[in-house]
């Protein structure tokens, strides 16, 4: 872990999430010298220091009282990462409904597919034949709904996209 990881980690457990989320996101640097400044008086100090000053309740209410003086830039920090993010998985999504080949853009659909059938014979028809249910564990459900809602998003882009070549697909 970097030691504005470990900066993060600590701002985390003090009940100031968004704020160790915002450390090591572009910009998040500067913010993390205006903390280490606000906690310590050296905004050059090291990472570990900005730490050791949050061990004390006092340190801990400077932190706070700094998300509370900056939440504006915190959030919008948090905010730019994000859409940035989601732009990186539309342009993905926008390549591979482009494709050439039809696997790059027919495997989300296929996972729904799957996952349909998986719940209609896990939840339907193993109880008809009095079959046991087999235990699925949590993290399918969440990949699997992730696949899914990032593909329905994408799609519902492109069907309000009369030029998208993946409508036209059929």
């Avoid at 993010?85 to 790059?104: D, L």
């Avoid at 729904?112 to 949590?138: E, K, N, R, S, W």
């Amino acid at each position: 872990m970097s030691d504005w990881g470990a900066v993060a980690s600590k701002l985390t457990s003090i009940g100031l999430p968004l704020l160790g989320a915002a450390l090591p996101i572009p910009g998040g640097v500067a913010l993390g010298s205006a903390l280490a400044g606000w906690l310590t008086g050296d905004q050059d100090a090291h990472p570990i220091d900005v730490v050791d000053a949050m061990q004390s309740p006092e340190g801990q209410a400077k932190a706070h009282e700094f998300y509370l003086q900056n939440q504006t830039t915190i959030l919008q920090i948090n905010v730019a990462a994000e859409t940035a993010q989601i732009e990186s998985v539309n342009a993905t999504m926008r390549v591979e409904a482009n494709a050439a080949n039809w696997p790059t853009w027919t495997w989300r659909p296929f996972i729904g597919f799957v996952f349909a059938t998986m719940i209609f014979g896990d939840y339907f028809v193993l109880p008809l034949l009095h079959i046991p249910v087999p235990v699925i564990p949590q993290e399918v459900f969440v990949a699997i709904m992730a696949i899914l809602g990032v593909a329905s998003w994408g799609h519902s882009k492109a069907l309000a996209d009369p030029n998208n070549a993946a409508v036209t697909r059929g």
